[in-house]
């Protein structure tokens, strides 16, 4: 069973609707990640999270709302979507520590999810 | 925030060893390299990291220069299935963590 997973896969919408993208671990990590990823380029951090409760914004939080029920859970939410957010949305956990005297941080990254705003 | 520059792509013959280069030459001294690979259009996948030393695992080498202001990716003996977009990240630390900015990447595509 994969470690992070996403739901819906993929999802086609309309303008002005509300979507929710979920994103569940079972790394047992404090850390997750939301990034949406435009064709050709690198992925974007939307916002982030530490723990519970702790919620951060990344480089592109506009228009984007994200809840951190629990530590397995973090979900995003589009309120009203619009076309330009049609994008590869990906979730990532990471567990801050050390090895071999290097600060960890590596991220694992769920399959994504295909969202498209007609 | 240290930048990061990368030939948008390369290729080279599967067998033979890939050697990816990144400039990251306003690094400063607390930021790390990372480098991580996405096939496809599937989640990155992380490969490896440092900081001042080579570094050297399973997947791959990193060498990193002296200054710190160049490092290169390489994979011993490229595969088919290496074929990926490789990127090149400086990880910069913003509140208490380290934030991966991702970049273009280089496509690399292993020929057989």
């Known amino acids: 069973d994969a470690d992070v997973t996403q739901t819906p896969r993929n999802r086609i919408t309309k303008t002005g609707k509300r979507i929710m993208l979920e994103c569940s671990q079972t790394k047992g990590h404090d850390r997750m990640y939301w990034y949406r990823q435009d064709p050709g380029l690198g992925l974007r951090l939307i916002y982030y999270s530490f723990d519970v409760k702790d919620i951060n914004k990344g480089e592109i939080s506009d228009g984007y709302s994200v809840s951190r029920q629990a530590q397995a859970k973090f979900s995003l939410s589009l309120e009203s979507a619009i076309p330009n957010q049609t994008a590869l949305y990906f979730c990532?956990?990471?567990?801050?520590?050390?090895?071999?005297?290097?600060?960890?941080?590596?991220?694992?990254f769920g399959p994504g999810t295909r969202l498209t705003v007609l | 925030d240290a930048k990061t520059t990368q030939p948008p792509s390369m290729d080279c013959a599967e067998g033979r060893a890939a050697n990816l280069p990144c400039n990251h030459s306003?690094?400063?001294?607390?930021?790390?390299v990372y480098w991580y690979r996405q096939i496809h259009s599937q989640g990155p996948q992380y490969i490896i990291h440092?900081?001042?030393n080579n570094e050297t695992n399973e997947m791959a080498s990193l060498i990193i220069t002296e200054d710190r202001k160049s490092s290169t990716l390489i994979l011993p003996h490229a595969t088919l299935r290496d074929t990926a977009v490789y990127y090149c990240?400086?990880?910069?630390?913003?509140?208490?963590?380290?934030?991966?900015?991702f970049g273009s990447g280089t496509r690399l595509l292993v020929r057989p």
């Open positions: 306003t690094i400063s001294g607390n930021e790390y």
């Open positions: 990240i400086v990880s910069r630390l913003m509140d208490s963590s380290y934030k991966l900015i």
């Open positions: 990532a956990t990471s567990d801050p520590g050390l090895a071999g005297g290097l600060a960890l941080n590596e991220q694992f």
């Open positions: 440092g900081l001042k």
